[in-house]
């Protein structure tokens, strides 16, 4: 999964995943305009076993986060005080940006962060894309594919929806709860690979959750915070846990 090179970055001219307008508006008779994505809604799944008493989540890596922490690692330009000190020594030759977006893993940056740094732990989710399939057999599918288990729809409890990215996308995401046990589980998940999918299937035991949730060197999405709240808030006493957080 780690094992990420020849990179490159090239303009997206058309994608099945997201379309960027412009739109220009009044507000309270102010002139505005603003940028945004428009792409598909999501449904994801907190899955949790009763069997082990552990929460299913996803790994895998994510481009844009990669993409991210790499531009966070480039150096930051140079101070006023720094670039008159920095007058005395030669300057390097500046390497053009189109160079820099073929690089490869041959002819890395020495910025370049390792590709664990894009990987993250995650619900299991997927894009709403089936207009024949109510948001329930969406997440039925999704959770048949990445993580092997096969959940009736009417094993699926709604949480919630809410609206993410909403600078960007102002997308919407539909959030259920399945309980699952061994006997649900009729496959080892990891997506679709014809489809590009590398998904690794991750064990949370219960009273490790709140731990993990909250620990920022864990790399993860707001969804699986959220989520391991929820599941403290509105299931502890069946599963007899603690409620502090």
């Not at 966070?72 to 940006?97: D, F, G, I, N």
């Not at 929806?161 to 995401?173: E, I, L, M």
């Not at 997506?191 to 998904?199: A, F, S």
Request: glycine fraction near 6%; proline fraction near 7%.
């Amino acid at each position: 999964m780690e094992q990420i090179n020849n990179i490159q970055v090239v303009p997206c001219t058309s994608s099945n995943y997201l379309r960027p307008f412009r739109v220009h508006y009044n507000q309270n008779g102010t002139k505005k305009s603003w940028d945004f994505m428009q792409t598909h809604d999501s449904v994801s799944v907190l899955i949790f076993n009763t069997t082990s008493h552990c929460f299913i989540l996803v790994k895998q890596f994510r481009p844009a986060v990669y993409m991210s922490e790499w531009e966070r690692s480039k150096p930051k330009p140079l101070q006023p005080s720094e670039e008159e000190s920095a007058e005395a020594t030669p300057a390097e030759p500046k390497v053009p940006e189109e160079d820099k977006a073929g690089e490869t893993s041959e002819g890395t940056s020495s910025h370049q962060p390792p590709a664990s740094a894009g990987v993250t732990y995650e619900l299991c989710a997927g894009l709403v894309d089936k207009p024949n399939l109510s948001l329930e057999e969406i997440a039925r599918q999704e959770v048949l594919e990445e993580c092997g288990y096969d959940v009736p729809v009417t094993k699926l409890r709604k949480i919630t929806s809410y609206r993410s990215g909403v600078g960007v996308t102002g997308s919407k995401q539909t959030m259920f709860y399945a309980e699952v046990s061994n006997e649900n589980r009729v496959g080892e998940g990891g997506g679709k690979p014809q489809e590009g999918e590398l998904i690794e299937v991750v064990k949370v035991p219960l009273h490790e959750a709140m731990t993990f949730a909250f620990d920022e060197s864990i790399p993860k999405t707001m969804g699986v915070i959220f989520s391991f709240i929820w599941f403290h808030s509105n299931m502890s006493p069946k599963y007899k846990i603690s409620t502090n957080v």
